[in-house]
């Protein structure tokens, strides 16, 4: 599966971004996203997840009510819109893409396997909050 992000950028505490991340390729029957941030000297966070087979969502309690994930079918992107940010929301934000729900969900509400190979990732795009 091939992912490509866009958006983000820089912002003052408080503001919006939105991150977008378009799946392409592959042959698995549901492409389940999640997005996943990392903060310099800090471990790769998962923060929302969207089951492509029923739409269940996930968000970690770090980002729940400030972030919102959801997609669109035919365009097949997923988005993250982030809304009161704060300084504590900056680093580098990725998309991953897998066929199994579980490993991903498990990730983003905290009791995850850190190692487990998803089957894509996004590029990564910076997000910067200033105080």
């Known amino acids: 599966v091939q992912l490509v992000e866009s958006g983000g950028g820089s912002v003052q505490t408080g503001g919006s971004l939105r991150l977008s991340c378009a799946a392409s390729g592959g042959s698995l029957l549901y492409i389940h996203i999640g997005w996943f941030r990392q903060a310099p000297g800090r471990e790769r966070e998962g923060i929302a997840c969207?089951?492509?087979?029923?739409?269940?969502?996930a968000y970690a309690e770090s980002v729940k009510g400030r972030f919102t994930i959801a997609k669109d079918t035919d365009t097949k992107t997923v988005y993250l819109q982030m809304d009161h940010l704060q300084p504590e929301d900056t680093g580098v934000y990725y998309c991953?893409?897998?066929?199994?729900?579980?490993?991903?969900?498990?990730?983003?509400?905290?009791?995850?396997?850190?190692?487990?190979?998803?089957?894509?990732w996004g590029q990564g795009r910076q997000v910067t909050v200033s105080s």
């Open positions: 991953a893409a897998d066929g199994a729900w579980g490993p991903l969900v498990d990730l983003v509400l905290g009791h995850g396997y850190p190692a487990y190979q998803f089957d894509g």
């Open positions: 969207l089951n492509d087979e029923d739409g269940r969502i």
